[in-house]
Nanobody, 120 residues
Framework: QVQLVESGGGLVQPGGSLRLSCAAS????????MGWFRQPPGKQRELVAS???????NYADPVKGRFTISRDVAKNTVYLQMDSLKPEDTAVYYC??????????????WGQGTRVSVSS
């Protein structure tokens, strides 16, 4: 069982930046992949960025070029650097880890979420 704890959310103006962190209770090196999902108000949860155990990254089209996912295996932490934030990035952001399979469909470990609000 792996516990994930997100942090770093908050209120930011359009064009600003935030860095989210996802700290794991166990070794993330044993995870096949980790990712960040978000759930905007009144909408479904969606995958925005992922990173595999060989550091292959992937991004949803709306965040390409603005968000960067990375991981620090020594700290058992995954990050999401979010730049050039837009009001439509407003959502609760969740971290997920899986041992195998695909993030979008395979059951895994979830964090409790951190809220990001982008508004002037």
């Amino acid at each position: 069982q792996v516990q994930l704890v997100e942090s770093g959310g908050g209120l930011v103006q359009p064009g600003g930046s935030l860095r989210l962190s996802c700290a794991a209770s166990g070794s993330i090196a044993s995870m096949g992949a980790m990712g960040w999902f978000r759930q905007p108000p009144g909408k479904q949860r969606e995958l925005v960025a992922s990173i595999t155990n060989v550091d292959k990254t992937n991004y949803a089209d709306p965040v390409k070029g603005r968000f960067t996912i990375s991981r620090d295996v020594a700290k058992n932490t995954v990050y999401l650097q979010m730049d050039s934030l837009k009001p439509e990035d407003t959502a609760v952001y969740y971290c997920k880890a899986i041992e195998y399979g695909t993030l979008a469909s395979t059951p895994g470990f979830w964090g409790q979420g951190t809220r990001v609000s982008v508004s002037s």
